[in-house]
C-alpha cells in the first residue's frame, strides 16, 4: 500500500524519523513535497538531503533508504525525460537547414566563378 501512495500525486506522508525503502530506484526521481528527507544510495558515498519542493533523479541500478528528518511528505515517479528517435532529430534538423537556406537566393554559376 505505502508503494502506491508514493507514486500518487500527493505522495506518501512520512512520520519524523520514519524509514522507506526503495529496491531499486534507477529511473526514478524521489521528491519532497514538505519536510526534509534525508537520502542514501547503496554503493554511493554520498548522503543527499532534500528539503520541500527539491527533488533526486536516480540513474543507477541502486537501493535507495530514505529517511524523514521530520514530518514529510515523499513522491516517487518516474523520470521526465525527453525521448526522440533519430528520425525525429533528422527531420527536426533538416527542417532548420531548409529555413536557413530557403532565404538565401540562386546565383547563376556564371556570377559565383567570378
Known amino acids: 500500500m505505502d508503494a502506491l501512495n508514493a507514486l500518487s500525486p500527493t505522495g506518501l506522508p512520512l512520520a519524523r524519523r520514519a524509514l522507506y525503502s526503495l529496491p531499486d530506484a534507477a529511473g526514478l526521481r524521489i521528491s519532497c513535497l514538505a519536510g526534509s528527507l534525508w537520502i542514501t ?20 541500478h541502486r537501493r535507495a533508504i530514505v529517511y524523514a528528518l521530520e514530518a514529510s511528505q515523499l513522491r516517487v515517479a518516474p523520470q521526465a525525460t525527453e525521448v526522440r528517435t533519430a528520425c525525429e532529430r533528422a527531420r527536426n534538423s533538416r527542417k532548420t537547414t531548409m529555413a536557413m537556406f530557403s532565404r538565401f537566393q540562386a546565383m547563376p554559376l556564371r556570377k559565383a566563378a567570378r
Not at 41 to 56: F, K, N, W, Y
Request: no cysteine; aromatic share 0%; proline share 5%.
Open 41 to 60: 544510495l547503496d554503493d554511493d558515498p554520498r548522503d543527499i538531503v532534500l528539503e520541500a519542493g527539491r527533488s533526486l533523479d536516480v540513474d543507477a
